[in-house]
């Protein structure tokens, strides 16, 4: 196990279509985020899983945003009705949780998305 | 007030001095800290944790908790030029409901 793993890498996509993205974590890890950055900025948080229970949903994020980790490991990130302001990098990180305290977070390539 | 607060420069120091870069958190429950490297157009890379007061030493880095001044820093010694990044800070509270939260970071340059 390499890492986490981020797929595709670069994407384009016409405004108004729905783009999906994968996010493989460290094989042994039972949490994965879901952060957006922007340039200039830190990056922010989405949403994240434990296992397969999606934990919280950032407030900031609409309703065209949806996020799945059906098994417990690989996760996906779908956007629908892409917006140019959706352009950014979609980042995911991995880490592990026991006995209520949670290790280090590892950040996969990340997915640029361009909104056109 | 912002979870996680970071200056966000650029700090520019010359070559082989020493880079301080510092954090500020706003919620006390908070006891794991995180210093990450991003450089430009690349993904967030974790250099140091920290979870107990006081210095955490690694190579050239040291990490700094103060949780009483609910303040972290980082220490880059002899700096070189490959240390121009951006540095966030991140913080988590050691539990299983709270998420990872990130600083918006702040910039170093290294002057050859």
């Known amino acids: 196990d390499t890492g986490v793993s981020q797929n595709p890498r670069h994407k384009i996509t016409k405004r108004g279509q729905n783009v999906t993205f994968r996010c493989d974590p460290i094989?042994?890890?039972?949490?994965l985020y879901w952060y957006r950055q922007t340039l200039g900025q830190g990056p922010e948080f989405l949403t994240y899983f434990q296992n397969e229970a999606q934990l919280e949903k950032s407030r900031l994020l609409s309703d065209r945003f949806s996020a799945e980790r059906p098994k417990g490991s690989f996760s996906t990130l779908e956007i629908q009705r892409t917006e140019q302001g959706d352009s950014a990098m979609y980042l995911c990180?991995?880490?592990?949780?026991?006995?209520?305290?949670?290790?280090?977070?590892?950040f996969g390539q990340g997915t640029r998305l361009t909104v056109v | 007030q912002k979870e996680v607060e970071q200056n966000s420069g650029p700090l520019s120091v010359p070559e082989g001095a020493i880079a301080s870069l510092n954090c500020t958190y706003s919620?006390?429950?908070?006891?794991?800290f995180f210093w990450y490297r991003q450089y430009s157009g690349k993904s967030p890379e974790l250099i140091m944790s920290?979870?107990?007061?006081g210095d955490k030493e690694d190579g050239r880095f040291t990490a700094q908790l103060n949780k009483a001044s609910q303040y972290v820093s980082l220490l880059i010694r002899d700096s070189q030029p490959s240390d121009s990044a951006t540095y966030l800070c991140a913080v988590n509270r050691a539990d299983s409901s709270y998420k990872l939260i990130f600083g918006s970071g702040t910039r170093l340059l290294v002057r050859p």
């Open positions: 919620d006390r429950v908070s006891q794991s």
């Open positions: 094989s042994e890890h039972n949490r």
């Open positions: 920290i979870y107990s007061n």
């Open positions: 990180a991995s880490s592990f949780i026991s006995g209520g305290r949670d290790t280090e977070a590892f």
